[in-house]
């Protein structure tokens, strides 16, 4: 009996990572009013049903998949194969100029005006930004227990989070490329 339930976990497993990478992209592109379970559901080639066996609301789906995107994204940046520090910063940079970002910030402007949505959105928003804190300690290689560095860190966080919102607009490829280049230099003299 073992032999078949492990195919249909693996079969669970794989549509619950298409819904939620479907879920993810939907509302990257059509934000939080043209995402629905049902348009996520045939995005990921599963039917309404499954998509709500896995996921009984819509919020718990967008919630989902907003938080395992972030985390495959953590897990690529902890495989950053240097402690380069431009390398380190495009990185981060990039956390908040691709699709994650924009889901992320659809699910948080629907958030501020949904009861239902706003505690669980402000509660995934920390644990993401603690861990995203965390790893851009550990990429950078910065000793937090210098006066200072913690607030230089979370700085580069907070620049690459505008330099997201301005990305929402228009792609200024050139000039994030320059601003990269810069908070590299800065945190090299800040973090050395």
């Known amino acids: 009996m073992a032999a078949v339930t492990a195919p249909k976990q693996d079969r669970s497993r794989a549509t619950r990572q298409r819904l939620l990478e479907a879920a993810v992209a ?8 043209g995402s629905t379970v049902a348009v996520v559901a045939e995005r ?4 309404r049903g499954a998509a709500q066996h ?9 919630t989902a998949a907003v938080e395992y995107v972030a985390e495959e994204r953590s897990q690529a940046l902890r495989a950053l194969p240097s402690r380069d520090r431009h390398e380190a910063v495009a990185a981060l940079v990039d ?8 889901a992320a910030l659809h699910l948080w402007v629907a958030a501020a005006n949904e009861d239902q949505l706003r505690d669980r959105v402000a509660d995934l928003e920390a644990r993401v930004g603690r861990e995203s804190h ?5 990429v950078l290689g910065a000793d937090e227990t210098r006066p200072g560095v913690r607030e230089t860190v ?39």
Do not use: K
């Open 26 to 33: 939907c509302l990257a592109e059509h934000g939080w009013a």
């Open 95 to 102: 956390l908040y100029t691709g699709p994650l970002f924009r």
């Open 44 to 47: 990921a080639g599963v039917s």
């Open 134 to 138: 965390r790893i851009a300690v550990e």
């Open 154 to 192: 979370q700085g580069l966080l907070d620049m690459a989070r505008g330099l997201g919102l301005a990305t929402l607009l228009s792609d200024d490829r050139p000039r994030r490329e320059r601003v990269v280049a810069q908070w590299a230099r800065l945190l090299d003299e800040a973090l050395a």
């Open 54 to 62: 896995h996921f009984p609301t819509r919020e718990d789906l967008f």
